[in-house]
C-alpha cells in the first residue's frame, strides 16, 4: 500500500509568481485535505476536496485554490505569493465515513520559500 | 471558538523516564481529541483519538492520553521515555467537521541519552 506522496519536496519562487503543488492520495482514499505549517507553528486547515469539489474551506483568501482530480490526487495552486506564504504544505488524505472525523494520513510535505 | 494551548513548547526528558506532554483545549461542543507525532523530514503522524468513548485512551508505541472535561485537558503521557521519541507533538480539536480541525502550536520534545 503505497502511503500519500507529495511533489516537489522543496520549491523556492519570488514575490509575485504562482506555484502548484502536488499530493497523491494514499490507495483507497477519496477525501484530500491540505494545510500549512509556517516555521515554528502548528498546521493550519486550507481547505478539503471531497469527489472532486471543495468541501470546506479554513481563513486563507482565494489565491489559494485547489483541484481534485478523478483518482483522487490533488493540486494546491496560489497565486500572487507573498513573502508569508512560506511554509511547509502538507497534504492529508481519508476516507470519508460514516463518522464526522476520519483518521487523516499525512504527506511529508512540500517546503516552499518566497524570496 | 475552538482553541488548543500546549502548555510547552520544548520538554526534555532523560531516557527511560516518564513523558509528560500538556494540552488544555476550549470547544462549544463535544470534541474530538488527537495527539499527532511528527519526526524530522516525515508526515504527521497520529498516536491516538478521544471520541466519546472511554476517557483513557491508548495508542502507539505506548504513548496514552486521558480525556479529563472538568479540566478541559488531553495530557500525552508515557511511562519511560526512548531516543525514538524525539520528535514534534502536535495536540488536536475537532468539533466534528473537517475545517473545524485546530492544531496546537506543538511541544518538541529532546530525551537525552
Known amino acids: 500500500e503505497t502511503g500519500v506522496t507529495q511533489s516537489p519536496t522543496h520549491l523556492i519562487k519570488t514575490r509575485g509568481q504562482q506555484v502548484t503543488l502536488r499530493c497523491s492520495s494514499q490507495?483507497?482514499?477519496?477525501?484530500v485535505s491540505w494545510y500549512q505549517q509556517a516555521l515554528g507553528q502548528g498546521p493550519q486547515f486550507i481547505f478539503q476536496y471531497y469527489r472532486e469539489e471543495e468541501n470546506g474551506r479554513g481563513n486563507f483568501p482565494p489565491r489559494f485554490s485547489g483541484l481534485q482530480f478523478p483518482n483522487y490526487s490533488s493540486e494546491l495552486n496560489v497565486n500572487a505569493l507573498e513573502l508569508d506564504d512560506s511554509a511547509l504544505y502538507l497534504c492529508?488524505?481519508?476516507?470519508?465515513?460514516?463518522?464526522?472525523?476520519?483518521?487523516?494520513?499525512f504527506g511529508p510535505g512540500t517546503r516552499l520559500t518566497v524570496l | 471558538a475552538q482553541s488548543v494551548t500546549q502548555l510547552d513548547s520544548h520538554v526534555s526528558v532523560s531516557e527511560g523516564t516518564p513523558v509528560l506532554l500538556r494540552c488544555n483545549y476550549s470547544?462549544?461542543?463535544?470534541?474530538?481529541l488527537f495527539w499527532y507525532v511528527q519526526h524530522p523530514n516525515k508526515g504527521l503522524q497520529l498516536l491516538l483519538k478521544?471520541?466519546?468513548?472511554?476517557?483513557l485512551v491508548k495508542g502507539i508505541n505506548g504513548f496514552e492520553a486521558e480525556f479529563k472535561k472538568s479540566e478541559t485537558s488531553f495530557h500525552l503521557t508515557k511511562p519511560s521515555a526512548h531516543m525514538s521519541d524525539a520528535a514534534e507533538y502536535f495536540c488536536?480539536?475537532?468539533?466534528?467537521?473537517?475545517?473545524?480541525?485546530?492544531f496546537g502550536p506543538g511541544t518538541s520534545l529532546s530525551v537525552i541519552p
Open positions: 488536536v480539536v475537532s468539533e466534528g467537521s473537517y475545517d473545524k480541525v485546530i
Open positions: 492529508a488524505s481519508s476516507v470519508r465515513g460514516m463518522t464526522s472525523y476520519n483518521e487523516q494520513f
Open positions: 478521544y471520541t466519546s468513548a472511554a476517557t
Open positions: 490507495s483507497g482514499h477519496n477525501t
Open positions: 470547544s462549544s461542543y463535544s470534541p474530538s
